[in-house]
């Protein structure tokens, strides 16, 4: 059974960092399309940096050249380093895998920016 679990959120000023780490178990980590979405309440859930099947790297434009995806496949951990961040980045944060046709998510850890 695939398990994702999302740890690094907290409260952080703005222009701070943070670093998201999502462990991952259940299946082989290699080649997984994996990354991470955001939520705030009263809005739908959407996607912040994910890796396809085929190894590209895809950002929503608000986070580009601020967030970094990375996974180090011998540690089944996928990564979002969080640099320059602002209070439109609070939300809670989902790690994501898309295996066997079927979507999984983590439980979603917070990150709140204050101004």
């Known amino acids: 059974q695939v398990q994702l679990v999302e740890s690094g959120g907290g409260l952080v000023q703005a222009g701070g960092s943070l670093r998201l780490s999502c462990a991952f178990s259940g299946s082989t980590f290699s080649s997984n399309a994996m990354g991470w979405y955001r939520q705030v309440p009263g809005k739908q859930r959407e996607l912040v940096a994910v890796?396809?099947?085929?190894?590209?790297?895809n950002y929503a434009d608000s986070v580009k050249g601020r967030f970094t995806l990375s996974r180090d496949n011998a540690k089944n951990t996928v990564y979002l380093q969080m640099n320059t961040l602002k209070p439109e980045d609070t939300a809670v944060y989902y790690c994501?895998?898309?295996?066997?046709?079927?979507?999984?998510w983590g439980q979603g850890t917070q990150v709140t920016v204050s101004s």
């Open positions: 994501w895998t898309h295996l066997w046709g079927s979507h999984f």
């Open positions: 890796f396809s099947e085929g190894g590209s790297t």
